[in-house]
Nanobody, 128 residues
């Protein structure tokens, strides 16, 4: 059984930092592509960042809106992915989800529907 458990969300002020974690079980973690998406109320789920699995060399990609502020990483020994979020803005407010897939191709890594497994989400709220 595949499980993803996110943590690390919270209420912060603009300019603050948070680090989200996603612990994955039930898969050969190093082989899987791991992505973070976010969704605010009434909005579609939005791609944030992705780190490829072993076949993709661990390459990372980011949405333009977070590039230079967010960093995705993974610790294969701990079956955990991270999203370090710096210089947070009110528009970063959303529920953040991690997702994994083993067979996703590069052209689809930003597409939510291409991921097989999802966590329950962790809420990030950025307010003055």
């Amino acid at each position: 059984q595949v499980q993803l458990v996110e943590s690390g969300g919270g209420l912060v002020q603009p300019g603050d930092s948070l680090r989200l974690s996603c612990v994955v079980s039930g898969v050969t973690f190093r082989r899987y592509t791991i992505a973070w998406f976010r969704q605010d109320a009434g909005q579609e789920r939005e791609f944030v960042a992705v780190v490829r699995g072993s076949s993709g060399g661990g390459a990372t990609y980011y949405a333009d809106s977070v590039k230079g502020r967010f960093t995705i990483s993974r610790d294969n020994a701990k079956n955990t992915a991270f999203l370090q979020m710096n210089s947070l803005k009110p528009e970063d407010t959303a529920v953040y989800y991690c997702a994994v897939d083993s067979g996703i191709i590069l052209s689809s890594v930003r597409v939510a529907s291409q991921y097989d497994y999802w966590g329950q989400g962790t809420r990030v709220t950025v307010v003055s």
